[in-house]
Nanobody, 124 residues
Framework: QVQLVESGGGLVQAGGSLRLSCAASGRTFSNYPMGWFRQVPGKEREFVAAMSRSGGRIFYADSVKGRFTISRDNAKNTVSLQMNSLKPEDTAVYYC?????????????????WGQGTQVTVSS
């Protein structure tokens, strides 16, 4: 079992930056691909970014490519999402995720572990 706790959400003006962090506990963190999803009320969860166990493979949604950066520190059991040039359409609850297999996918139901989510609000 893996427990995930996000932090770093908040309110920011358009064009600003936020850094989300996710602390993992439980099983060996470095065994799991990690990622971020987001969700707006009334809409399905949307893939944002993901990284393989070693960090050698990184994937981004087209909507955040060039603005967001995912990173992980296996020694500290953390994964982060640096969000720059934020837009009002980035407003959502952001979830940290981990997968028990080596699969990295944009499909939410494939990811095994989810954090509780952290709210990001970007004002225009």
């Amino acid at each position: 079992q893996v427990q995930l706790v996000e932090s770093g959400g908040g309110l920011v003006q358009a064009g600003g930056s936020l850094r989300l962090s996710c602390a993992a506990s439980g099983r060996t963190f470095s065994n799991y691909p990690m990622g971020w999803f987001r969700q707006v009320p009334g809409k399905e969860r949307e893939f944002v970014a993901a990284m393989s166990r070693s960090g050698g493979r990184i994937f981004y949604a087209d909507s955040v490519k060039g603005r967001f950066t995912i990173s992980r520190d296996n020694a500290k059991n953390t994964v982060s999402l640096q969000m720059n040039s934020l837009k009002p359409e980035d407003t959502a609850v952001y979830y940290c995720v981990a997968d028990a297999s080596s699969v990295i996918t944009v499909v939410p139901r494939i990811w095994d572990y989810w954090g509780q989510g952290t709210q990001v609000t970007v004002s225009s």
